[in-house]
Structure formats: structure tokens, C-alpha cells
């Protein structure tokens, strides 16, 4: 069965510096892999993905990610936080091979960025 | 283009009365569908997903039902509705391989 953690429940970060949300992922194949964000009372939006080729992936709003196979790892990240950050990250990952692929999240990290 | 309704965006309903959420989705054919619940902000929990007309695979054993009576609308139902179904419930389609679409959400209250 696949499964994603994100360890940290809570990431507080000062506004101007770089951030990271973590994320590990277990699934069977070569996995896709997603970064969702959700602002209250909202549905999610989509960040970014990675499907196959270079394992830095570049999203929206100035993130990005990297996929690091052998640590199982997806880590959002950005190089200087904005306050209009702050939300609720979800990481997703789907085997990406079979018709009835289904994406399964992680519980979600809260990021405040604090001016 | 692609776009997905999902309605109604707000509920709230007393214990034992029914429920029926709608997801329609437009511009696509015979795609996959999928309900999701996050209960009190957090986690999303997928609870199920047709993968066409009639076909509805349950994730997770609960007080909820899914139908798919047409190609591009998934409904949800529950027949006499607990407290702990509140929560956040967000429909889904998968447009592609590795792309999916989520509705705005229906945040139903359970009293």
C-alpha cells in the first residue's frame, strides 16, 4: 500500500528566509509526486509534480521540490518566505501505472511565516 | 475547458438526517472520480473512487455511500448522518496521468 509522512505538523519560518516542508513516501513502481497547498475554508491548490526526468521540479508562487529516490524523499521547499506563505501543505503521492491510480496525502503541515 | 462543480459549498444538518453531495464535472469524458474527507483541518483521507459508470471502490469502511449514475457526476450519501461525518469533503478528477483536479470543497456540520 502506498503512504506519505510529513513529520512535522508545524514549520514556523521568519519571512526572507528559506523554507522546507519534508515529505517521505512509500509506494510500489515509480512513483508521482505532488505538493498541494490549502488556504481556509478551501480547496486544494496544486503546487507542483513530479512525473519523471530532473529531480528538482519547479512550481508555482516560487517553489520548488526534489525528488531523491534513494532517500524516498520530496521536500517543498523556497528560498525566501513570503507571509502570504502561510497555509496548509499537503504532499500526495500515486503510483502513476494503473487506471484506477489514486493519489494518497499526508497529514499536512501547517507553515506560519512570521514577519 | 475543464472544470469541476462541487455543491453545495455549505451544510449543516441534524443527526439522522440524510445527506447527498454532487460533483459534476465538465469538459472531459469517462474519467476518474474521487471523494475525500479532511476532518478538522487536517489530513485527507481518501473514501472513494470510480474509475467509470457504476463502479465505486470504498477505501475505508463508514456511514457513507458513493454513486456514479452518469459518466461526469459522483454523488455521496449517507442515509442517517453521524456527528463524526463532519468534516471538509472535496470531489476529485484525474484529468491525466499525474494530474488531478479538486472541486471547492462542501464543509458539512453535523449537529
Known amino acids: 500500500a502506498q503512504s506519505v509522512a510529513q513529520p512535522e505538523d508545524q514549520v514556523n519560518v521568519a519571512e526572507g528566509n528559506p523554507l522546507t516542508v519534508k515529505c517521505t513516501y512509500s509506494v510500489s513502481g515509480n512513483p508521482y509526486l505532488f505538493w498541494y497547498v490549502q488556504y481556509p475554508n478551501r480547496g486544494l491548490q496544486f503546487l507542483l509534480k513530479?512525473?519523471?526526468?530532473?529531480?528538482l521540479v519547479k512550481g508555482s508562487y516560487g517553489f520548488e521540490a526534489e525528488f531523491n529516490k534513494s532517500q524516498t524523499s520530496f521536500h517543498l521547499k523556497k528560498p525566501s518566505a513570503l507571509v502570504s506563505d502561510s497555509a496548509l501543505y499537503f504532499c500526495?503521492?500515486?503510483?502513476?501505472?494503473?487506471?484506477?491510480?489514486?493519489?494518497?496525502f499526508g497529514t499536512g503541515t501547517r507553515l506560519t511565516i512570521i514577519p | 475547458s475543464q472544470t469541476i462543480h462541487q455543491w453545495p459549498a455549505t451544510l449543516v444538518q441534524p443527526v439522522g438526517s440524510p445527506l447527498s453531495l454532487e460533483c459534476t464535472v465538465e469538459g472531459t469524458s469517462n474519467p476518474n472520480l474521487y471523494w475525500y474527507r479532511q476532518a478538522a483541518g487536517r489530513g485527507l483521507q481518501l473514501l472513494f473512487y470510480?474509475?467509470?459508470?457504476?463502479?465505486i471502490s470504498s477505501e475505508v469502511p463508514q456511514n457513507l455511500s458513493a454513486s456514479r449514475p452518469q459518466d461526469r457526476q459522483f454523488i455521496l450519501s449517507s442515509k442517517k448522518l453521524l456527528l463524526s461525518d463532519s468534516g471538509f469533503y472535496l470531489c476529485a478528477y484525474k484529468r491525466a496521468r499525474g494530474n488531478y483536479t479538486f472541486g471547492s470543497g462542501t464543509r458539512l456540520t453535523v449537529v
Open positions: 470510480s474509475v467509470g459508470i457504476g463502479q
Open positions: 500526495a503521492v500515486s503510483p502513476g501505472t494503473a487506471r484506477n491510480e489514486k493519489l494518497t
Open positions: 513530479y512525473i519523471t526526468g530532473d529531480n
